[in-house]
């Protein structure tokens, strides 16, 4: 059998089609975050400080239940994916940035789409993370020049953690669900502990 | 009876409650599914904002140079980041990231709105002010855009939507986001606990 999927890849809807499937997807996406907790500052500073680990749940849950479906459709045929996007590595401006990142999250304590969701419920603070995320945008553009050679820097293409580790893509799914559990059970035994303390 | 009725009514409605974080959790992976079965691609938030603000820079220059005459040579064009998003005549609107955008306005709101959880405020821990939260949420935010735009992405384009593709890049990115946090969130305790 042929792959079926990517939907709009294979079957070419068209421009239209893919604005409205962006908007639906969106939706999807901002309801979750929302319901999850994740339209509230306070729940999402509990992640660093103990007192609430619904980051961490919320995340790998959807990550585990995204990357198994993902897979186990490459396996059956019905996704080809080849045709999946999957971001490029630049392993050092990503690690680089995603320290700066969780620097940002947590004086913040919104990311970009978590405050999106906020600000869609009112949330003054959201508002404002949002005004200060897009003029920094615009900083970093001007400041691009400075650092457009890191930015470019240890560019290692597409390239899998299952790749990168030379192991059969399902191994390395089968350890992220196992890793991802074992934090699961992390998190609740932190629970029990910081409740008795 | 009546009157019972009333005074329950009367009193501002409690919002309800989040929904379980594995619940979730395991809707918004599905929705992640969805996104890539059909679009070929996965979720993200930084991207529309970037276009967006590029595009707003290209406009500024323009008019402070007069007008759409000016518009083939703007600071965005000369810019070497900027420029791919306003070099050509396409609607910078027109894209898959600006769609998500609106769409996530929307589920946002109406998720909130169906559990009672809409309403101006700030939300701050119990011993901070208004004012310090709105500053640390302005600088965070500042802060967040050089993290998100070296790395390429955000928690949404990268650490969710690369980290289900096994992308090797995005899963440093995530383990790099906790390291940041976690390496800061002691110092800024008191705005929370």
């Given at each position: 059998m042929e792959p079926l999927a990517p939907v709009t890849k294979v079957f070419e809807l068209g421009a239209n089609a893919?604005?409205?499937?962006?908007?639906?997807?969106?939706?999807?996406?901002?309801?979750?975050?929302?319901?999850?907790?994740?339209?509230?500052?306070?729940?999402l500073a509990g992640q660093w400080y103990g007192y609430n680990f619904?980051?961490?749940?919320?995340?790998?849950?959807?990550?585990?239940?995204?990357?198994?479906?993902?897979?186990?459709?490459?396996?059956?045929?019905?996704?080809?994916?080849?045709?999946?996007y999957v971001n490029e590595t630049f392993l050092w401006p990503q690690i680089v940035g995603g320290f700066i990142f969780g620097i940002g999250f947590v004086i913040g304590q919104f990311c970009p789409g978590t405050a999106l969701a906020a600000c869609a419920t009112g949330k003054i603070d959201a508002m404002v993370f949002t005004a200060g995320f897009w003029i920094g945008i615009v900083a970093f553009s001007f400041s691009f020049p400075l650092f457009s050679r890191f930015y470019d820097s240890s560019s290692m293409g597409r390239m899998l953690v299952s790749d990168w580790l030379h192991l059969p893509a399902g191994v390395v799914v089968f350890l992220v669900v196992l890793i991802a559990l074992g934090a699961f059970a992390l998190t609740h035994f932190l629970d029990k502990k910081l409740a008795k303390s | 009876m009546a009157e019972t009725t009333q005074?329950?009514?009367?009193?501002?409605?409690?919002?309800?409650?989040?929904?379980?974080?594995?619940?979730?959790?395991?809707?918004?992976?599905?929705?992640?599914?969805?996104?890539?079965?059909?679009?070929?691609?996965?979720?993200?938030?930084?991207?529309?904002?970037?276009?967006?603000?590029?595009?707003?820079?290209?406009?500024?220059?323009?008019?402070?140079?007069?007008?759409?005459?000016?518009?083939?040579?703007?600071?965005?064009?000369?810019?070497?980041?900027?420029?791919?998003?306003?070099?050509?005549?396409?609607?910078?609107?027109?894209?898959?990231?600006?769609?998500?955008?609106?769409?996530?306005?929307?589920?946002?709101?109406?998720?909130?709105?169906?559990?009672?959880?809409?309403?101006?405020?700030?939300?701050?821990?119990?011993?901070?002010?208004?004012?310090?939260?709105?500053?640390?949420?302005?600088?965070?935010?500042f802060i967040s855009a050089y993290g998100a735009r070296l790395a390429r992405g955000c928690t949404s384009g990268q650490a969710l939507s690369g980290?289900?593709?096994?992308?090797?890049?995005?899963?440093?990115?995530?383990?790099?986001?906790?390291?940041?946090?976690?390496?800061?969130?002691?110092?800024?305790?008191?705005?929370?606990?």
């Open positions: 893919e604005a409205v499937l962006a908007m639906l997807l969106g939706f999807g996406f901002g309801f979750m975050l929302e319901k999850g907790g994740f339209g509230s500052s306070k729940v619904a980051v961490l749940r919320v995340m790998f849950t959807a990550i585990i239940t995204s990357m198994v479906g993902l897979f186990g459709l490459r396996y059956l045929g019905v996704v080809n994916f080849e045709l999946v | 005074l329950a009514e009367s009193q501002p409605k409690r919002p309800a409650p989040y929904w379980n974080s594995y619940v979730a959790g395991f809707g918004l992976g599905l929705v992640l599914l969805a996104s890539y079965v059909l679009a070929g691609r996965g979720l993200g938030a930084s991207g529309a904002a970037t276009r967006i603000a590029s595009y707003a820079v290209h406009k500024v220059d323009a008019m402070a140079h007069g007008g759409t005459e000016a518009e083939g040579h703007t600071v965005a064009r000369a810019n070497a980041y900027m420029a791919p998003y306003v070099k050509g005549p396409a609607d910078p609107f027109d894209d898959f990231l600006v769609y998500l955008m609106v769409g996530i306005l929307f589920g946002g709101f109406a998720s909130g709105w169906s559990a009672g959880r809409v309403s101006f405020e700030i939300v701050k821990g119990p011993h901070a002010t208004n004012k310090r939260r709105l500053a640390l949420a302005l600088l965070g935010g980290g289900a593709t096994l992308a090797l890049g995005s899963w440093a990115f995530m383990l790099a986001v906790f390291a940041g946090g976690y390496a800061l969130a002691y110092f800024l305790r008191k705005e929370w606990l």
